[in-house]
């Protein structure tokens, strides 16, 4: 099952590749032409190389930043700690996408903050869709990610050797630079390594801010190729896409490996006590302004600026707030088959779909579990391959392997092919969900059952699921809420009846249905409130 979700989409990607013309058309006939044809062509290699430069830039902001905040926040008597936290991670759980569409709404050329800027001085505003501007939303945008890694090896490590560095009269950010940070740095390289990835496969982003100025990286040049030519150019989409998943698995490769090794290096001890909060002193508030103008640039700014934009219409350049707010574009929304449906389809896909993936999960972990084989090795890898592949090329690839096993490719017409997409891009992330709840199990307690003459079905009702609900429960909640963020994957399967929010959201963006967007923009934020809300509610912990 793991071979089929990860080897067969990619196979038919490389296959097609090959191909001198789409594998639906007849007469094709294998060959290099496909390849010449893209590393021929001017934009592809601008747009490797601003994929690289945006990726690098954005851990180079990003790594320092979170690091800093992840001691901040775990090692400082840092002023609202407990509010904060859940904060800092809303850039994880909202799209970038969404995001994107905010920094437009507020601080785009005809945006709210713009227009109030341009009337009270008179001066030209930024420039919202050059690069060095994406670059730095990016790296904001991704602080929280090296946060998470960060803060989680911090809470772990003992409080000993910062204890004797405060003793010796160190200050602050010389026990975080000298002693905190330096022990943690395993954790903060991976978390760089992981940035620097998702920069390599960042969507939403350059194609809301970048398309103006014509900022191209590897995954805008890959969804607008097939603008290029009448009929859709899959030769030349899968070699895209099978250059994408070669750059991409020595980094998935790394991460693995990396996700192994820190415990070796890192100073930590079971019965570690927890550290006294290091007092800032004076640069207490200080450290809480800087804090507060990383949320307001990361999080207040793009959505403020969405929800103002989904209420306000327009009159000129600007958003005319005072005059024209109410509820229009929400009603206009209704007016709409296909985005009342995306909501629906967006929902059932979270719920139901979440539960069989989760379900797919589970059932893989307990066999590698319970499976004492070398050949485990081999689901590892695949899972591996699984993830190498971006979510704009799994879509892609999903699409090419409906329309090449004929007896499936009614499967294209239903939303069972956005889930595969789905399913195959968070195989790595649902499985390590699933094996951490797994921790908690004990097979000895199922042999112990059946030692008793308890029958299997008595054994997983009585056992197995008393012990795994609450973990996998909790999968569950998290796969709900990616699968309902998630849009770059279902972009090349979006038709009619398979329309989800974030899918819809692009095609709405390229037609310039901006009021429709920031609507419904609104309302994909709405219900991952709604699902974090649920899932605080039932102890699901999404932060610390």
Known sequence: MTALAALVPLSVVLYQSFLNAPLTAAGTQLGLEAYRSVFGDEDFAVAVGTTLLLSSCMTLIAVPLGSVLAFLMVRTDLPARAWLEP????????????????????????????????????????????LSIIVV???????????VYAATELRGLDSAHEEVARASGARPWKVALDVSLPMATPAIFFAGVLVFFLGFELFGLPLVLGSPDGVLVLTTYLFKLPGKAMLPPYQLMAVVAAIMVAIAMPLVLMLRILLREPQRYVW????????????????????FVAVALWLGAAVLVPLGGLILRSFAGTDGEGVALWKSLGLGHYRDLLQHADIVRSVVN????????????????????????????????????????????????????ILLTLLFFKPIASLRHTLISVW?????????????????????????????????????????????LPLLRTGILASWLVILLIFVREYATAVFLLGPGTEVVGSLLVSL????????????????????????????GLGVRLHG
Not at 137 to 147: N, Q, S
Request: glycine share 10%; hydrophobic share 55%; proline share 4%.
């Open 87 to 130: 904060v800092i991670l809303i850039p994880v759980v909202v799209s970038t996408l969404v995001l994107a569409f905010g920094y437009v709404f507020a601080i785009g050329p005809s945006g709210i903050l713009t227009t109030w800027f341009k009337a009270g001085t008179g001066l030209q505003a930024w420039n919202l869709h050059s």
């Open 137 to 147: 939303i990016a790296g904001l945008l991704h602080v929280p990610y090296v946060y």
């Open 268 to 287: 930590s001890h079971s019965n570690a006590k927890p550290a006294a909060p290091l007092k800032l002193g004076h640069w207490r508030w200080p450290a």
């Open 346 to 397: 967006t929902l059932e896909i979270g719920l139901i779909g979440g539960a069989a993936a989760v379900t797919f999960y589970a059932a893989v972990a307990l066999a590698i579990r319970r499976w004492r084989s070398r050949w485990t090795r081999a689901v590892d890898v695949l899972i591996t391959v699984a993830r190498a592949m971006p979510g704009l090329v799994a879509g892609l690839a």
């Open 420 to 464: 595969l997409g789905y399913a195959v891009v968070w195989l790595a992330t649902g499985m390590r969900l699933v094996s951490t709840a797994l921790l908690k199990f004990s097979p000895e307690l199922q042999d112990a059952a059946r030692s008793m003459g308890a029958s299997s079905a008595r054994v997983h009702l009585d056992v197995t």
């Open 509 to 536: 963006w390229g037609a310039g249905a901006t009021d429709l967007v920031a609507a419904l923009a609104v309302i994909n934020v709405g219900m991952i409130g709604l699902g974090l809300l649920v899932a605080g």
